[in-house]
T-cell receptor, first 113, second 110 residues
Framework: NAGVTQTPKFRILKIGQSMTLQCTQDMNHNYMYWYRQDPGMGLKLIYYSVGAGITDKGEVPNGYNVSRSTTEDFPLRLELAAPSQTSVYFC????????????FGDGTRLSIL | QKEVEQNSGPLSVPEGAIASLNCTYSDRGSQSFFWYRQYSGKSPELIMFIYSNGDKEDGRFTAQLNKASQYVSLLIRDSQPSDSATYLCAVNQAGTALIFGKGTTLSVSS
């Protein structure tokens, strides 16, 4: 039971570089989410998807892009990395709409220097 | 703006005591309520969810919901040092996104 798998676990980027955070789930969940968590703060929604080919912005989407070509995968793309994007990123999935529990991956700790 | 408020703590309780964690929310239309536990450096882990007014029990955990007061709480009975973590309250209206509180840090001393 892999659940939600995120790669990489850690990454250091230089300002202006770009990268893709990978997320895959094996629970056949339609709903997937990307959050960021800054120290001492709750989780902020970046983007979400309600199914393959459908994505929408969350609370803090600026500087990020997503795609959802399959049910299993929901990668998050950072273009032109900035120090403000230093954070821990969590991917989650759920079986249904927001009234269903979300299951989280282990997270990616990203530092922009 | 929809908000979920939690006391950041730390909430300190001795081993074996009852820990009471509280959460208030601003959106009266909220329908689903979740408690997640997050150990330092780890991802959130679902502890409880509740949809209806009243109490819901699962082992040592009890979630309490009062929609009239816009208040949800989590009780942990017989607290153990392994319960020491940050507890996140999350609330959902009739949509997709969860709104998370900043979390309450619980410390259980042996």
């Amino acid at each position: 039971n892999a659940g939600v798998t995120q790669t990489p676990k850690f990454r250091i980027l230089k300002i202006g570089q770009s990268m893709t955070l990978q997320c895959t789930q094996d629970m056949n969940h339609n709903y997937m989410y990307w959050y960021r968590q800054d120290p001492g703060m709750g989780l902020k929604l970046i983007y979400y998807s309600v199914g393959a080919g459908i994505t929408d912005k969350g609370e803090v989407p600026n500087g990020y892009n997503v795609s959802r070509s399959t049910t299993e995968d929901f990668p998050l793309r950072l273009e032109l990395a900035a120090p403000s994007q230093t954070s821990v990123y969590f991917c989650a999935s759920s079986d249904g709409q927001g009234n269903q529990p979300q299951h989280f991956g282990d997270g990616t700790r990203l530092s922009i220097l | 703006q929809k908000e979920v408020e939690q006391n950041s703590g730390p909430l300190s309780v001795p081993e074996g005591a009852i820990a009471s964690l509280n959460c208030t929310y601003s959106d009266r239309g909220s329908q689903s309520f979740f408690w997640y536990r997050q150990y330092s450096g780890k991802s959130p882990e679902l502890i409880m969810f509740i949809y209806s007014n009243g109490d819901k029990e699962d082992g040592r955990f009890t979630a309490q919901l009062n929609k009239a007061s816009q208040y949800v709480s989590l009780l942990i009975r017989d607290s153990q040092p392994s319960d020491s973590a940050t507890y996140l309250c999350a609330v959902n209206q009739a949509g997709t996104a969860l709104i998370f509180g900043k979390g309450t840090t619980l410390s259980v001393s042996s």
